[in-house]
């Protein structure tokens, strides 16, 4: 895939003739265009063209509206996506950017609705306080790399979209989604992807009920890359509550159910000649053990549940730890024990940290006395379960005890752990400028909040807005 007008940007920036510009443009089209030379300089030449009227130089407020509050630190090197400590920062940004004042506590609302769940709390999903019910909202992205396998693609994304619903007590009542395919994507993708979205719709019985469906870019975006998201709405039933990770408590015991893992783990297995792996990835374990626990009612007892994505368990206990101000202490022993074969064995020879990657396993987190009803619910449906650890107070932190029953701690690294050779040579480590890239971030969201609060004012005055 080629961005066009991101590449016109680029050159001007190193100040490229703007003949020489023009041609390099040509030869992208060439690439992906069946397309005569002359159709190339002539599509090229209007590229160049609309990417130059684009850059005129605004002042005053219209100048603010379209620039952009620059950090000079790109998504690479702040491993945005790459779910670790640097991406995890730049979610905290972005929650900051949407929450609005007094979220925090429960009382921003539109009509009937009121925030019980916001970006803030960077929970699994959100949550609103309808006039009888919680609704509970998530959404989640494909993997990149799966772009050119769109049905396993459409399938992990849709399941991880109801898992994230699932995690918070509620019923997933729909799914929706939005998918972009480049200009030169064959359609037989958008199919293919809707089908993976389908076949866990049918296991589920949670019906896909709306979309969008647009190219990547527009006419500014060459070739065939696939990208897309799903969201899940669901419904909190009267005998449950919502299970947040604030509601997390000392003494609550950690259970685990069996992972297998979803489109991280088929990426691995794709691109590391694994497809053996792929195979044990195809199962709804996670979805058929969220619904024994509503046929049993046992959500209103547990306190909290999470799944085991980002940046691994690593990234989850990190996350939940400073969220419910509490420390975790699991057993690795038990944690291998409860991984499918398959797929561990995979991650073990291709020296991967099965603790930094995805896996997609259920965490439940809740009194003592509620673990043998939990575990006897989810045993009975065959999935495997058991109990890997204890929430502490002190420290606030995960604590790993390892094979030789030794405690480290359980942190995240910059990045998750490399699952292929890309990934592996970018590394998990910070880059040595971490603060200054971060403080520059910290000042760009600063900017885009003080923006949006221009915005605002100027339309109020503007259309004799009335509070």
């Known amino acids: 895939m080629s961005d066009i007008e991101g590449l016109v940007n680029a050159l001007l920036k190193k100040n490229e003739q703007h003949d020489s510009i023009i041609q390099r443009l040509c030869d992208e089209f060439l690439v992906y265009k069946n397309i005569s030379s002359e159709q190339a300089l002539d599509m090229a030449k209007a590229v160049f063209n609309e990417v130059l009227v684009s850059n005129k130089s605004l002042g005053g407020f219209l100048g603010e509206l379209l620039s952009v509050p620059e950090s000079n630190a790109s998504m690479h090197d702040l491993g945005v996506g790459c779910r670790g400590e640097g991406d995890f920062f730049v979610h905290c940004l972005l929650a900051e950017i949407s929450s609005l004042e007094g979220e925090e506590e429960g009382g921003v609302g539109v009509g009937s609705s009121k925030i019980l769940m916001g970006p803030l709390d960077q929970d699994d999903a959100g949550a609103v306080h309808g006039e009888n019910d919680i609704i509970v909202i998530a959404v989640d992205g494909m993997h990149s790399r ?12 849709a399941r991880a979209s109801l898992r994230d619903v699932y995690v918070k007590g509620a019923i997933p009542v729909a799914m929706l989604t939005d998918v972009h395919l480049a200009d030169d994507g064959d359609v037989g993708k958008l199919f293919d992807f809707s089908a993976g979205i389908r076949a866990v719709s049918e296991l589920s019985k949670v019906p896909l009920v709306a979309g969008s469906t647009l190219r990547v870019g527009g006419d500014m975006v060459i070739g065939n890359r696939l990208v897309s998201c799903v969201g899940t709405v669901g419904v909190i039933p009267k005998y449950s509550t919502l299970a947040s990770r604030k509601n997390i408590r000392p003494s ?48 209103s007892n547990i306190h909290a549940l999470a799944d085991w994505t980002n940046g691994g368990i690593r990234g989850d206990i990190s996350e939940i ?64 379960i058991d109990v890997i650890g204890e929430v502490i107070s002190n420290p606030k932190k995960g604590i790993l005890i390892d094979k030789n029953g030794e405690e480290k701690d359980l942190h995240p690294k910059f990045r998750e752990a490399g699952y292929t050779d890309v990934k592996k040579l ?24 003080e923006k949006a609060e221009k915005v605002v004012k100027f339309i109020k005055q503007r259309q004799n807005f009335s509070e």
């Open 321 to 384: 730890c400073k969220t419910a101000k509490v420390g975790i202490k699991v057993d690795e022993r038990k944690i291998e024990a409860l991984l499918n074969e398959k797929v561990l064995r995979m991650l073990k020879e291709l020296s991967i940290d099965y603790l930094g990657v995805s896996m997609d396993a259920l965490l439940i987190f809740c009194p003592e006395n509620v673990v043998d009803p939990v575990l006897d619910c989810i045993k009975r449906i065959g999935v495997k």
């Open 252 to 299: 609550d015991k950690v259970l685990m159910t069996e992972g297998a893992g979803g489109g991280t783990i088929t990426t691995t297995a794709i691109y590391n000649d694994y497809y053996d792996a792929i195979i044990e990835t195809l199962n709804v374990q996670f979805i058929r053990a969220c619904e024994a626990l509503h046929k049993e009612e046992l959500f």
């Open 146 to 157: 799966l772009s050119d396998f769109p049905f396993i693609a459409g399938f992990h994304v």
């Open 426 to 449: 970018v590394g998990e480590n910070p880059p040595e400028n971490k603060e200054e890239l971060m403080e520059r971030a910290r000042e760009a969201a600063r900017l885009a909040v």
